[in-house]
């Protein structure tokens, strides 16, 4: 027997093996094990002697050469024992005999998407893989789609956790069903002895050393042969400490720098310890005792433990045995069960097992620990279903200890064991398994009560009384009930008696829980004064919202078998009288009287006594009650139930006492209360808690009502709403003669009837609860639907927020929503909509329960007007209702009870005069109402039934009856009658008339049916609908026109107040507009004389030169002013920041500030400086005033709130005082220059050279005399005629514009170069015209891609803001040093034309043309300007020009040629253009050589040619149209495009032609770096440049997460990412929002996107936060936004954060629009305005992401 290192041998450091001494010992130490009588003793000392050796050999650990060799030297004998002979082969077979299970168990990482089945899923928690998920139906489903938060497994597989589909492809079970056999019988039994033995030793090992506490000795077996004092002082993890406090303590206490604390701290937060220091123990020692003095001021300290290194290195091997075990058992599932059997063999006295103890020991180890043995335990226990369900018994046992540890322990929940049960308790077989065989839903409920302690008095809980921990504890302790929620989720659909038994005494456990809430934080109006602090509301209200999802299911688990219905129901009514029996003393009996009726009941003054919102026995029981009328069990086992001890008066009391108390909140008595209160009442009729709160209650009134004498029940209600002395006295219908006294009273009052008119409509009104109402329970989501659609469209996601939380949000909305409403998709911005049908109006219940105040008026209003549009009566009529079920049938009555019809007299009669504020309008309207529902009913039981006398129902006749003596008051009728006429009442004139017709139609009926034939419709009534409709035609016109006249003055008034920040684009739009009409006025279109238009040179046009006077307006003082050069300087607002966005190279560092020459810009173009302007015009004095205004006013809101602008004041930033559009200078505006039309002869290019060549000399030796250093004596020629270098010229500008051009020279300078503004420096000028260039070129692209023409597209800002931009251009030299501007023109020129005066010229390879170009032009007036000869500038613009052209020509042929001549040769060439290409490049390829490859097809060169240098003339044009004003031609795009720019621009249009007049190209070409530069293609840009996109994003959103899922920090070794995030631009993923991946930048730290802005984007950068589907927008380190993401989902909606989970796809219009944002520049200005719309934003630190 012999034992190789076969495998990875290789691998391993020689030197390591040759420390340890290994070879010889371990051989035959297999062997040695086989034969062993004590085996574990063996293998214990083989540990004991290696482990220490491998493990913790010093402070810096290196785990790759540590983990390699564990493999080897431990692990390696292990899996040879086990297989008894070479694993590799033996794992291989157990792999090919392996049967695996149809579980797919794939163990999610963080972050990884999962997907779950809205359809199919039997609850929320059941997930697939992305893997599973794409081979199953689901993906045809109507699916849901989220991101891991880590742990849990996928569920494909398990048949309980899927209706349908249960198995993907892969994992669908073979046809000879094997998952019954017993996986050990394909195992030989020597390999299940081995397997058994070697597991139950090292499982022991590891749980021994896992739950090991002591710092400095080993369990026995396991001490070192030799030990030295080697220590490391260990740092755990804790939830109190931040970072900051962590990273602080460890530098002072271990003596590290900043970084290496950082990298604990992040060690410490993942992995939950780390050593932070190894060396003797005193040593160790003493750093401990600093972290603890350092941490124990405000809290308690931070853990910190001296551990000798065995200690620690046996630690770090049992994690490795845990990782081991889940390595190997992935190998046969009969390996996996023994390890499920050895862990849960119980000791030999029937002690814990291994997993037990683990378990029992979670919340005492360390994070990384608890990870790998939770996965161990996932991938082990939760994979076999037979030890899966030992599993959860042993889970269930050790419940309450575990959840206690947990509540102590400050670990996150992921971290603790506890959190498995969802594995457990959401599989249905065995929920029902653990309630029934240990309890465990009485043991869940009971443990929580445990855990809330105090009580009052009565034994109700008390939170006002939590201390801060307590509260913590608080927060912890309710998982337990979402281990409940997950219990039961699946309700059963067979029951055993047992079953019953275990889930009735849970329900009792629960009850006594609700019994403990029962009345809790009771209030008591306050009277006088204000309350002084506000009570603690919040927790109730939190344990009240975790239950109600509960509370709903235990109803419906009580629902589903009749026997447990009723028992529960005789159980919580027991409780509930039980705790009645507390609430009832001091209150006395009294006895009511009323129309005739009097009842007895107790004297209750809700605004003088405590009162609870807190009632959920009574709730309980209200919904029980239905379902006894639901299920039919009232009307089977009427017996058995308790219905005679009800009473009902006690049933309604406190839910009634609730529902009074929020009317009087409604009307201002509780104001002194405070906001608790307020906030209590949103609550209780919020979608949160309704459901168990509100609704419930007015159920049980429901119930209550329809057991009493509907008189009886109102005298109650109004007795409780302390209105009983009002209609009670015999007077009432004159009551405001008599209450006039105090107008708060009477209003308070007002509002209370109005409330107890609205609880009398829902009461009797409220039936789509199947069970009240005689429905279907989709009938309930479906009105629900409507009521919401009647306020406004509303998009899903706002729908789904209106709706409780149950099943029905998740699929019983699909099937209502539409057959109610249809969709309307969304456009660029908002989202989609649903619209309600308009069939569907007709169910709008103004009335409407769940509607608040404000919903009411909205849908009101909403409602009207719809019914305006369509020409209806505005009357908005109750709807006809479903009938009552039986046990609730006699509600209806309380709509014809007396003491009703006396309220409903009373307020009509109030009605009668005019309101002086003694009734209200909504008063009267809610009775009209409740007559519009009484009549309703009526009419629907006469039609319902055959036989009139059944109907039992006879509000008509009651209505008509006058009022008994002594009143002897009217009928209702005849008020009515009298109101319809009543001037006053004129918006109810449509209701009461509806009444009327109504009642008339319904005597007509029960005439009908009383006398023979139903008479055909009377004539009248004819005579009457057409009179309706002509007057409804009247009103319809009216109203329009009413309309119209608003809207417009609506508009007016819009206009006036927000100007243009709300109409931007209508505004935009209209100065386009006014743009284009001026310009078309001004610049008439080119007259006959002028037939071709020429922008630049000697010909070019100069029509309407003198005349054109140029006046603008100042936005601030509203002032006309002429822009003139002696006048006062006009400057428009700008915004000049740097910019990558047509870089071409953006691995290209950012350049040195200091020393970096701009002046030539590489083609590359990879920074450059763009200008943008809103186009707003101001004095430069105004502008001045009011920037040292909101300096003054910035200055002291930072001094006094410390807060700040979205705009840095400081940086020069401030918002256009109109537009608010974010600016950090001003361009001046300058008039056109003026240029003598010389008409002397003009110079060809080669003379005009050799002059400027001369004035350049010239130039040279005067700028050397200048300089007091020359050394060398100068000889140069005479300068040319006419030419006077020591001439200085006049500054043709004003004061104030040179202050102007100043101050945006500085800004451009500044900002281009990030450096410190100065003025004198010479690089000044150079950054003005780069910007003027690189803004030009970025127009131009943007045309291109807009797919725009050239001229006449451009919005009139930016048309302004090049005009000003070339005109600063060429002007700016005057503000600096002529000879400064002189040498740049120098260094220019001599590019093109070689200079032996300049060093270092450039290769023309290496310089941007158009850059060049303009450069030379504007720098060119330096030169000019000491000219008298007659020279025109004309003529040298158009030289210039000709001269860059043949460059870019050059430059053109030599780089963007492609290699495959692809492109089919079209026929009718031009074939001179052809020859003459041909010929130029092939004179270049014999100068140059090998570099250029040949090319003979002239047609090919000539094509790409022409595409190459198209962008530049398109920009030449531009540019010079702007500098010159000259018209625009007229056709600039199509065909003949080539031809019209040609001419524009004074070209031929054979462009080689101008090579015949410069031939001194060739000189170009023997330039020292031109060869270098064709020889390394990767930097060689080739023209014409292509626009830069965004990065391609997949069509489907979860590839993304996918990517992301996998995406690892870069920077701590493997560890996933919390906020993936990928860069738009280049496509990068990043490591955002985190320690680890911070990086100093310009001294300071910043988050990895802030730091990538500054490589990739010039410092703005777009971004997707890939976990939270959420765009962000970054510039500089202070400012951002987050932006709407390009994803949608089917509903036309984003889904930022990823709460929705529906499937999301690209929309590419809208990435488009961010596409277009970015190439526009306008991502600074986007961030501007958001933050200016949200002051949220401007306080997140931005830099950190
Ligand atoms: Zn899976
Ligand atoms: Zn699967
Ligand atoms: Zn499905
Ligand atoms: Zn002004
Ligand atoms: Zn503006
Ligand atoms: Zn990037
Ligand atoms: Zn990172």
């Known amino acids: 027997f012999y034992w190789v290192w076969s495998h990875s041998h290789e691998k391993l450091d020689t030197s390591l093996c040759a420390c340890l001494n290994f070879s010889s010992p371990l051989s035959f130490l297999p062997q040695k094990w086989l034969q062993a009588t004590d085996l574990p003793k063996e293998v214990y000392q083989h540990l004991a002697g290696y482990v220490p050796k491998i493990y913790c050999l010093g402070p810096n650990l290196n785990p790759t050469s540590e983990d390699l060799l564990a493999q080897l030297l431990l692990q390696a004998p292990l899996e040879w024992y086990l297989c008894g002979e070479d694993p590799l082969v033996g794992l291989a077979k157990l792999e090919k005999n392996n049967q695996p299970s149809q579980l797919c168990g794939h163990v999610f990482k963080v972050g990884e998407p999962t997907y ?166 005193q040593f160790c020692e ?60 119980r000791g030999p006295e029937g002690d814990n097992s291994l997993v037990d103890t683990l378990m029992l020991c979670d919340s ?102 939590y201390t801060a921990q307590q509260a913590f504890k608080f927060r912890r302790v309710q998982s337990l009930i979402g281990d409940l929620k997950y219990v039961l989720i699946s309700r059963p659909t067979e029951w055993t008696n047992r079953l019953r038994e275990k889930f009735l005494e849970g329900l009792e456990a629960f009850l006594e829980l609700l019994k403990c809430m029962q009345g809790m934080d009771p209030v008591v109006r306050q009277v006088g004064q204000h309350i002084e602090m506000e009570p603690e509301w919040e927790a109730a209200f939190t344990l009240q919202m975790k239950l109600t999802h509960i509370i709903s299911m235990i109803q419906e688990w009580c629902a589903s078998d009749d026997r447990v219905l009723i028992e529960a129901y005789k159980k919580c009514l ?66 058995q139930l308790p219905l005679s001890e009800l009473s009902p008066p006690m049933l309604i009391e406190h839910p009634l006492r609730c529902l009074v108390l929020c009317a009087q909140v409604h009307a201002g008595m509780w104001r002194r209360n405070g906001f608790s209160l307020v906030n209590q009442i949103y609550y209780y009729h919020n979608v949160k808690c309704r459901v168990e709160m509100f609704d419930k209650d007015l159920m049980m009134l429901q119930v209550g009502a329809s057991m009493m004498d509907p008189n ?198 109030w009605a009668m005069e005019p309101s002086g504020g003694h009734w209200s309008e909504s008063m009267l309207q809610r009775v009209l109402h409740l007559i519009g529902m009484a009549l309703l009913e009526e009419q629907q039981q006469l039609e319902s039934t055959l036989d009139d006398n059944e109907v039992t129902f006879s509000f008509t006749l009651k209505i008509s009856r006058p009022g008994e003596a002594p009143s002897t008051s009217p009928s209702i009728l005849a008020v009515l ?100 009409s001026t310009s078309a006025s001004l610049e008439h279109s080119p007259s006959s004389w002028d037939s071709v238009l020429v922008c630049v040179g000697p010909r070019r046009w100069r029509g309407g030169r003198g005349e054109r006077r140029q006046v603008v307006t100042c936005i601030l003082c509203q002032e006309e002013q002429e822009i003139r050069a002696d006048g006062r300087a006009m400057v428009l607002a700008a915004f000049v920041q740097r910019s990558t966005v047509m870089s071409k190279n953006r691995k290209r560092p950012p350049h040195d500030p200091e020393s970096y020459d701009p002046i030539f810009m590489h083609p590359d173009l990879s920074f450059g400086t763009h200008t943008g302007s809103c186009g707003h015009i101001m004095h430069s004095h105004c502008w001045q005033r009011y920037f040292e205004a909101v300096q003054a006013k910035e200055q002291r809101r930072q001094q006094r709130l410390r807060v700040h602008t979205s705009y840095d004041v400081e940086n020069g930033e401030f918002l256009c005082p109109l537009c608010e559009c974010l600016s950090n200078t001003v361009i001046p505006l300058l008039p056109l220059t003026k240029t003598s039309c010389s008409n002397g002869e003009q110079p060809g290019l080669v003379q005009w050279l050799n002059t400027t060549s001369q004035q350049i000399k010239a130039l040279h030796s005067a700028h050397r005399k200048a300089k007091p250093t020359s050394e060398y004596p100068d000889h140069a020629p005479p300068p040319p005629e006419g030419f006077r270098p020591d001439h200085t010229p006049i500054n043709p500008y004003s004061s104030s514009i040179k202050e102007m051009l100043t101050t945006f020279g500085t800004a451009t300078y500044k900002v281009g170069l990030k450096v410190h503004p100065n003025e004198q420096d010479p690089r000044v000028p150079i950054m003005c015209w780069t910007s003027c260039a690189y803004t030009i070129q970025s127009v131009e692209r943007l045309l291109v891609d807009e797919q725009k023409p050239l001229f006449g597209s451009l919005p009139c800002r930016q048309d302004d803001c090049l005009s000003s931009l070339a005109r600063f251009g060429s002007a ?50 330096a030169v000019h300007c000491q000219d008298s000869s007659g020279l025109s500038t004309d003529i040298a613009e158009l030289h210039l020009l000709h001269l860059v052209t043949v460059a ?196 300071e730290d910043v988050g990895a996107c802030t730091a990538h802005t500054f490589a990739c984007g010039a410092g703005v950068g777009i971004f997707l936060r890939v976990r939270e589907s959420q765009v962000l927008f970054l510039a500089g380190k202070t400012k951002g936004c987050f932006y709407a993401p390009p994803y949608l989902d089917d509903y036309g909606e984003t889904d930022q954060g990823l709460r929705r989970g529906n499937p999301l796809h690209l929309c590419r219009e809208r990435y488009r629009k961010i596409q277009k944002l970015w190439r526009q520049h306008s991502i600074t200005e986007e961030i501007g305005h958001a933050q200016e719309a949200n002051q949220t934003l401007v306080g997140i630190d931005w830099q950190h992401l």
Request: charged share 25%.
């Open 116 to 281: 779950s089945c809205r359809e199919c899923a039997a609850d929320p928690t059941c997930v697939l893989c992305m893997q599973c998920f794409l081979g199953s139906v689901h993906k045809e489903h109507r699916y849901r789609m989220t991101t891991s938060g880590g742990g849990g497994f996928c569920d494909c597989g398990d048949t309980e956790a899927w209706k349908k589909g249960p198995y993907c492809q892969k994992h669908e079970p073979n046809i000879c069903d094997s998952s019954q056999e017993d996986p050990l019988a394909n195992l030989s039994a020597d390999m299940i002895a081995r397997t058994y033995n070697i597991f139950s030793i090292m499982l022991k090992y590891a749980v021994d050393m896992l739950t090991w506490d002591k710092e400095d000795e080993l369990p026995h077996g396991l001490e070192p042969p030799e030990r030295g004092d080697t220590y490391y002082c260990m740092l755990f993890n804790d939830e109190v400490h931040t970072y900051e406090q962590v990273i602080y303590t460890l530098q002072k206490a271990v003596n590290c720098t900043q970084k290496e604390a950082v990298s604990f701290a992040t060690t410490v937060d993942r992995d939950g310890r780390k050593s932070v220091r190894y060396g003797d123990f």
């Open 286 to 345: 003493q750093a401990k005792s600093v972290i603890v003095r350092n941490t124990s001021r405000q809290s308690k300290p931070l853990r910190v433990q001296v551990m000798h290194s065995s200690v620690v290195a046996h630690q770090c091997f049992a994690l490795k045995a845990l990782t081991w075990f889940s390595h190997v058992i992935r190998y046969s599932d009969a390996l996996r069960r023994i390890l499920c059997q050895v862990g849960l063999q």
């Open 364 to 465: 005492k180890m360390w994070k990384g620990a608890r990870n790998v043995y939770h996965q161990l335990y996932m991938s082990s226990l939760l994979m076999d279903l037979k030890y899966k369900k030992l599993f959860a018994i042993q889970f269930a046992k050790h419940y309450e200890r575990l959840q206690s540890d947990y509540v102590k322990d400050d670990h996150d929940r992921e971290f603790s064991v506890t959190d498995l049960s969802v594995q457990m308790f959401t599989v249905p077989s065995l929920a029902r398994m653990l309630i029934t065989e240990e309890n465990l839903m009485t043991t869940i409920i009971r443990t929580f009560v445990d855990h809330l302690r105090h009580r009052d008095l009565q034994g109700r809980f008390q939170f006002e009384r």
């Open 1448 to 1643: 870019h020509l050059v430059q053109i042929l030599l780089t963007s040629i492609p290699v495959e001549l692809t492109m089919e040769q079209e026929s009718g060439g031009v074939e001179h253009e052809e020859e003459s290409v041909c010929l130029l490049y092939n004179t270049l390829r014999s100068h140059i050589g090998s570099c250029v490859y040949e090319v003979s097809s002239g047609w090919h060169l000539w094509r790409a040619v022409k595409a190459g240098i198209l962008p530049f003339l398109r920009g030449a044009a531009l540019f010079f149209h702007h500098l010159h004003g000259v018209p625009t031609p007229p056709e600039l795009n199509g065909a003949s495009e080539w031809e019209v720019l040609c001419a524009y621009l004074s070209l031929p249009s054979n462009l080689l032609q101008l090579f015949y007049s410069y031939q001194e190209v060739l000189e170009w070409c023997s330039h020292p770096s031109m060869r270098q530069c064709l020889q390394s293609p990767e930097t060689l840009i080739s023209f014409p440049r292509e626009s830069n996109k965004l990065i391609e994003l997949p069509e489907d959103y979860s590839a993304l997460i996918n990517q992301a899922s996998s995406f690892t920090c870069p920077k701590s070794g493997g560890d996933k990412s919390r906020a993936p995030t990928l860069c738009l631009v280049c496509g990068a993923l990043l490591c955002s929002q985190s320690y680890c991946c911070q990086t100093e930048l310009e001294g």
């Open 574 to 639: 027991t409780v509930l009288t039980h705790c009645h029996s507390g609430f009832a003393d001091g209150e006395q009996p009294i006895t009511l009287s009323m129309c005739g009726h009097s009842v007895d009941t107790i004297r209750y003054c809700i605004s003088q006594e405590k009162v609870s919102i807190h009632l959920p026995v009574s709730r309980l029981l209200a919904g029980l009650h239905v379902l006894l009328s639901k299920t039919e069990v009232a009307y089977r086992f009427p017996e």
């Open 977 to 1076: 009658e009298t109101l319809q006429n009543a001037p006053h009442l004129e918006v109810h004139k449509d209701m009461i008339r509806w009444i009327l017709k109504t009642v008339v139609s319904i005597k007509t009926m029960r005439e009908r049916t009383a006398a023979a034939p139903p008479p055909e419709r009377a004539g009248g009534w004819q005579e009457e609908m057409v009179r309706d409709k002509d007057k409804a035609e009247r009103k319809r016109k009216a109203e329009m026109a009413r309309l119209r006249r608003e809207k417009i003055m609506a508009q007016m008034s819009e206009m006036q107040k927000h100007f243009i920040n709300e109409n931007k684009e209508l505004f935009q739009q209209s100065l386009e507009e006014l743009d284009a």
């Open 1372 to 1421: 700016c030299w005057t503000v600096s040093s002529l000879a400064t501007v002189q040498s740049h023109f120098i260094r220019l020129l001599a590019a093109l034309l070689p200079d032996p005066q300049v060093e270092n010229s450039r290769c023309i390879l290496d310089v941007d043309m158009f850059h060049l170009l303009v450069s030379l032009v504007l720098s060119y007036p």
């Open 712 to 909: 009886h029940f109102l005298m109650i209600m109004l007795s409780r709403f302390e209105l009983f002395h009002i209609f009670s006295s015999a007077d009432c219908r004159k009551r405001y003669n008599r209450e006039s006294a105090n107008k708060d009273v009477v209003q308070q009052n007002s509002t209370l009837i109005e409330e107890v008119l609205h609880l009398i409509m829902m009461v009797v009104g409220e039936r789509f609860v199947a069970g009240i109402g005689q429905v279907e329970s989709c009938e309930e989501l479906k009105r629900e639907i409507i009521h919401q659609l009647c306020i406004r469209p509303m998009a899903h996601s706002e729908l789904v927020k209106a709706l409780p939380e149950n099943e029905n949000k998740e699929t019983g909305m699909e099937k209502v929503i539409d057959s109610v409403a249809s969709f309307k998709k969304p456009g660029v911005t908002g989202r989609g909509l649903y619209e309600l049908r308009p069939e569907c109006a007709k169910h709008f219940n103004l009335y409407f329960h769940h509607y608040s105040r404000a919903d009411q008026s909205k849908a009101e209003e909403a409602q009207r007007k719809l019914k305006r549009q369509n020409g209806e009566d505005s009357a908005l009529l109750p709807p006809s209702l479903p009938q009552l079920c039986p046990l609730f049938a006699s509600l209806v009555n309380i709509l014809q009870c007396d003491v009703l019809l006396g309220m409903l007299g009373a307020v009509l009669q």
